[in-house]
C-alpha cells in the first residue's frame, strides 16, 4: 500500500474497500471515494467507516477472490 500517496491513488484503494464491504455487509453503500479523499460528506464518511468496522468483524477472511486481489496487490 505504500503507493498511495496521490489523490487518485487513494480514491481508487477506496473504491476497492468500499467494494469489499458491500460484498461482505451484502448492501451498497451511499459514499463516493472522491468526498472522503477531499475531506467533504463527514456523515457518510463515518457511516462508511461504522461499515469497515463491521466488516472486518464478521469473521469473513475474504469474499469472492476478484475483489479481494486487488486489495493485497494494490
Do not use: H
Request: charged letters at 20%; aromatic letters at 6%; glycine letters at 6%.
Amino acid at each position: 500500500v505504500a503507493n498511495v500517496n496521490d489523490k487518485k491513488s487513494k480514491e481508487m484503494y477506496l473504491v476497492r474497500i468500499v467494494k469489499w464491504v458491500e460484498v461482505v455487509l451484502g448492501e451498497t453503500l451511499d459514499v463516493r471515494p472522491g468526498k472522503i479523499v477531499c475531506g467533504f460528506e463527514p456523515e457518510n464518511t463515518n457511516l462508511f467507516l461504522q461499515a469497515l468496522a463491521r466488516a472486518a468483524t464478521s469473521g469473513v477472511a475474504c469474499v469472492p477472490s476478484n475483489v479481494c486481489a486487488p486489495l493485497v496487490s494494490a
